[in-house]
């Protein structure tokens, strides 16, 4: 059960787009079409962005999208703003029938 | 409104035992599977346990199966996590969870301090 690879940080200047990838293996990300995203601001709880790959929760924001490819799932931010510095993770359904996060990436807005 | 409000967290000496305390209200408990999640501190999120909405299964990471036990009751709509042979890396902010392969509802968190 080892956690999903994300990059530990990235960063971003308002108004542009950055991506974060989260890699797996065949027994998870590979295999299902399961991937989900989470926000996190410091001392709140996680806030859905992305659920089955690519579906976003009803009222999310248009600005967050995700992809997958093979092994690795990835969400892109576009139109960069400052609200959105926080923390992210994926997650994964896996073939243990248990879930897996990521290590999580703290995006910087410069 | 769905709500999930959590209780129980404090602080434990090792090995000692918790146990931990959901209740929810705003959508028909007996209908959803639920999961904890634990976020260490500063560190990153990690899923715990699952448990179907009838109860009957249940599954663990590697790290706590054999020591904490996942249970619901859906007369009182209450999920729980009875966590035994505490260690300090059980330290953490403990959320409740709703849905299956996704999670949209979350507890506030209750923090588990494991010390001596």
């Known amino acids: 059960q080892s956690a999903l690879t994300q990059p530990a940080s990235v960063s971003g200047s308002p108004g542009q787009s950055i991506a974060i990838s989260c890699t797996g293996t065949?027994?998870?990300?590979?295999?299902?079409?399961?991937v989900s995203w989470y926000q996190q601001h410091p001392g709140k709880a996680p806030k859905l962005l992305i659920y089955?790959?690519?579906k976003r929760p009803s009222g999310g924001s248009d600005r967050f999208s995700g992809s997958k490819s093979g092994n690795t799932a990835s969400l892109t931010i576009s139109g960069l703003q400052a609200e959105d510095e926080a923390d992210y993770y994926c997650?994964?359904?896996?073939?243990?029938?248990?879930?897996?996060f990521g290590g999580g990436t703290k995006l910087t807005v410069l | 409104e769905v709500q999930l409000v959590q209780s129980g967290g404090g602080f434990v000496q090792p090995g000692g035992s918790l146990k931990l305390s959901c209740e929810a209200s705003?959508?028909?408990?007996?209908?959803?599977?639920m999961h904890w999640v634990r976020q260490p501190p500063g560190k990153g999120l990690e899923w715990v346990s699952y448990?179907?909405?009838?109860?009957?299964?249940?599954y663990y990471t590697d790290a706590v199966r054999g020591r904490f036990t996942i249970s619901r009751d859906n007369a009182k709509n209450s999920l729980y996590l009875q966590m035994n042979s505490l260690r300090a890396e059980d330290t953490a902010v403990y959320y409740c969870?709703?849905?299956?392969?996704?999670?949209?509802?979350w507890g506030q968190g209750t923090l588990v301090t494991v010390s001596s």
């Open positions: 969870v709703r849905d299956g392969v996704f999670f949209l509802y």
């Open positions: 089955d790959v690519i």
């Open positions: 705003g959508f028909s408990f007996s209908n959803y599977e």
């Open positions: 997650c994964s359904y896996t073939s243990s029938y248990t879930r897996v």
């Open positions: 448990i179907s909405s009838s109860g009957s299964t249940s």
């Open positions: 065949s027994s998870d990300v590979g295999s299902y079409d399961y």
